[in-house]
T-cell receptor, first 114, second 111 residues
Framework: NAGVTQTPKFQVLKTGQSMTLQCAQD?????MSWYRQDPGMGLRLIHY???????DQGEVPNGYNVSRSTTEDFPLRLLSAAPSQTSVYFC?????????????FGAGTRLSVL | QKEVEQDPGPLSVPEGAIVSLNCTYS??????FMWYRQYSRKGPELLMY????GNKEDGRFTAQVDKSSKYISLFIRDSQPSDSATYLC???????????FGDGTTLTVKP
């Protein structure tokens, strides 16, 4: 019962470095999303995907890229890390049914950019 | 104005108290209303969802929706220290398949 798995759990980057946050789900969910969570600001949507090969921007997409080549995986790429990207990142998956979209979240990746 | 506004907290109550957590929203197209619970250093997990005005009860938890006022609440009866967490409301437009989250309310239940 793995659910949504995020790696790594922690990461420290220097300004300008690039990296990829991994997300995998084993529930055969069509929808996958990336959020960032900053203190007092709740969850803000970065990018989302409604199926393999289909992605779209959320509320705060600048500085991030995504792709979805398989149903299971939805990696998030930071192109050139900035201190403003210090945050906790959550990946979520869901399978909309009967209109509702209940999301299942991973445990998060804590990223610090120095 | 944010689409979803949540009472900011933090909230600290004694064990056994009744807790009320509240959100308001602005878009009447929202049709599904959810509450997620997030323990410290964990991902959010769904606690309750509802799609109609009225109350929905699950054990010590009651979700209440008033679509005419665009107001949703989560009540916790006989609160326990294990209820200490951040509670996030989430609201969804069925056509978009995306949820909009409130900023969360952090609850501490003291023994």
């Amino acid at each position: 019962n793995a659910g949504v798995t995020q790696t790594p759990k922690f990461q420290v980057l220097k300004t300008g470095q690039s990296m990829t946050l991994q997300c995998a789900q084993d529930m055969n969910h069509e929808y996958m999303s990336w959020y960032r969570q900053d203190p007092g600001m709740g969850l803000r949507l970065i990018h989302y995907s409604v199926g393999a090969g289909i992605t779209d921007q959320g509320e705060v997409p600048n500085g991030y890229n995504v792709s979805r080549s398989t149903t299971e995986d939805f990696p998030l790429r930071l192109l050139s890390a900035a201190p403003s990207q210090t945050s906790v990142y959550f990946c979520a998956s869901s399978s909309p049914g009967q209109g509702k979209n209940i999301q299942y979240f991973g445990a998060g990746t804590r990223l610090s950019v120095l | 104005q944010k689409e979803v506004e949540q009472d900011p907290g933090p909230l600290s109550v004694p064990e056994g108290a009744i807790v009320s957590l509240n959100c308001t929203y602005s878009n009447s197209a929202f049709q599904y209303f959810m509450w997620y619970r997030q323990y410290s250093r964990k991902g959010p997990e769904l606690l309750m969802y509802t799609y109609s005005s009225g109350n929905k009860e699950d054990g010590r938890f009651t979700a209440q929706v008033d679509k005419s006022s665009k107001y949703i609440s989560l009540f916790i009866r006989d609160s326990q220290p294990s209820d200490s967490a951040t509670y996030l409301c989430a609201i969804q437009n069925t056509n978009a398949g995306k949820s909009t989250f409130g900023d969360g309310t952090t609850l501490t239940v003291k023994p």
